[in-house]
């Protein structure tokens, strides 16, 4: 059973820019969360997306934007980038909301750098 | 929202027992505990989760004395592979923020050889 895929696994962007990262969860799993991981702030919550509807969402600006499509697949994006926005970005899916504190399974991330 | 707190860092050496220990006074009634593993670059992975008393499973052991304010993820005869951060969380209750794990400093647990 394939994992939680997470594409491009490397970027590198440029201040003002946009950018897009894409996560297939496991086949099968409708949950997807996204999370931003620096050195300095840790694992902080992006958002979450269930059946293409955005159900929860963590304290980051409006820049930060996703969509998730009728086969699960979830994209992310950045708008004009800075370079704070420098982080590992991972992407975790889940079998069923409805189980409390069900196991969450991330990918490998897509490590951003914007320059 | 219940805040964890675990030590920054812990040592130890191939072959030993290491139990990190997690305090979280303010766990609500309906709340788990999940430890997640995470090393450089990967993204966490699931290690245990339990609700009360003993769970084991093939990695490691979790203990929830009581009353639920600490628990200690224990890892049997460690080896350097297990050098990683670990994570403790403690979960949303039922039918609120599904989807959002909040993750505290973790432990880097360093084993030597």
């Known amino acids: 059973k394939a994992g939680v895929t997470q594409t491009p696994r490397y970027l590198i962007k440029t201040r003002g820019q946009q950018v897009t990262l894409s996560c297939s969860p496991i086949?099968?799993?409708?949950?997807v969360s996204w999370y931003q991981q620096t050195p300095g702030q840790g694992l902080q919550f992006l958002f979450e997306?269930?059946?293409?509807?955005?159900?929860n969402k963590g304290n980051f600006p409006g820049r930060f934007s996703g969509r998730q499509f009728s086969n699960s697949r979830s994209e992310m994006n950045v708008s004009t980038l800075e370079l704070g926005d420098s982080a590992l970005y991972l992407c975790?899916?889940?079998?069923?909301?409805?189980?409390?504190?069900?196991?969450?399974?991330f990918g490998q991330g897509t490590r951003l750098t914007v320059v | 929202l219940a805040k964890t707190t675990q030590p920054i860092s812990m040592d130890s050496y191939e072959g030993q027992e290491v139990n990190i220990t997690c305090s979280h006074n303010?766990?609500?009634?309906?709340?788990?505990i999940t430890w997640y593993q995470q090393f450089p670059s990967q993204g966490p992975r699931f290690i245990i989760q339990?609700?009360?008393t003993k769970v084991t499973n093939e990695v490691a052991s979790l203990f929830i004395p009581a009353d639920r304010k600490s628990s200690t993820l224990s890892l049997p005869r460690v080896s350097l592979s297990d050098t990683a951060v670990y994570y403790c969380?403690?979960?949303?209750?039922?039918?609120?923020?599904?989807?959002?794990?909040?993750f505290g400093q973790g432990t880097i647990l360093t084993v030597h050889p």
């Open positions: 975790a899916s889940s079998l069923d909301p409805k189980i409390p504190n069900t196991e969450a399974f």
């Open positions: 086949s099968g799993h409708r949950s």
């Open positions: 997306y269930f059946s293409e509807t955005q159900r």
């Open positions: 303010n766990i609500a009634t309906n709340d788990y």
């Open positions: 339990g609700y009360k």
């Open positions: 969380l403690v979960g949303e209750r039922r039918g609120t923020s599904y989807g959002k794990l909040t």
